[in-house]
């Protein structure tokens, strides 16, 4: 049975390929590093970036001087981030997002992009995400529906159904999250310099604060 870790522990070699994931194309860091301006307040803020796979949303963080913390479940992925992230002072650890092993530290902003799906019970996931906040933190999801494989996404883990397979509505996710907030906003991302493409599914952020 191959498990999440190693499904993508198997996938860090190529995950940098997709535009979004490296942000090699000029033009596609740049659109992140815009969006991720308007959402991340102007710090030094301590920003915790859940699923961080290679480091790319958290390298762009860091050279706007805010303090990273990742968190990703496969030692390939932490081991290309640890080397993207070097001499910026983050901070990279091996664990699982949903419950990240951060011990008693406290966040300005707690990030996650692309992740929700692949956890198996993300309304506590959620709620861990927001316990890990100080007061006035901020919540940013970069989240999306998407169709694959006959409308879901493969389960690599044999007989594992997760309950937002295939990605999750923004209707979805912000009634999941109302209760555990206190203000949000849905920004919806159909811009393809983000992503390297057009694309035809649905693709938003949810900016929340508590």
Known sequence: ???????????????????????RDPEVRAAWAARLAEWVP?????????????GSLSLLLAA??????????????VERARAKLA??????????????????????????????WTIPDP??????????????????LVEGRWQ???GR?????????????GGVTADTLTTALRPLVGTYQVHPL?????????IADERYAVVAEL
Not at 2 to 22: L, P, Q
Not at 42 to 54: I, S
Not at 157 to 164: A, F
Not at 190 to 198: N, S
């Open 87 to 116: 001499g910026t002072g983050a901070v990279v650890l091996t664990g699982d997002a949903a419950d990240p092993p951060v011990g008693d530290s406290r966040f300005d902003v707690v990030m996650a992009r692309h992740v929700l």
């Open 123 to 140: 309304e506590a996931a959620l709620a861990r995400w927001v316990s890990l906040l100080r007061p006035g933190g901020r919540l940013v």
């Open 42 to 54: 102007a710090g030094p803020l301590d920003v915790l970036d859940l699923g961080c796979g290679t």
């Open 1 to 23: 049975m191959t498990t999440i870790a190693g499904f993508w522990d198997a996938a860090a070699g190529s995950f940098d390929d997709e535009a979004d994931h490296g942000l």
């Open 64 to 77: 706007r001087g805010h303090r990273l913390t990742g968190v990703d479940l496969a030692p390939r992925m």
């Open 190 to 198: 159909p811009d393809p310099a983000l992503w390297g493409k057009e």
């Open 148 to 150: 694959t494989s006959g």
């Open 153 to 165: 996404q493969p389960s690599y883990v044999p007989g594992e159904e997760l309950p937002w397979m």
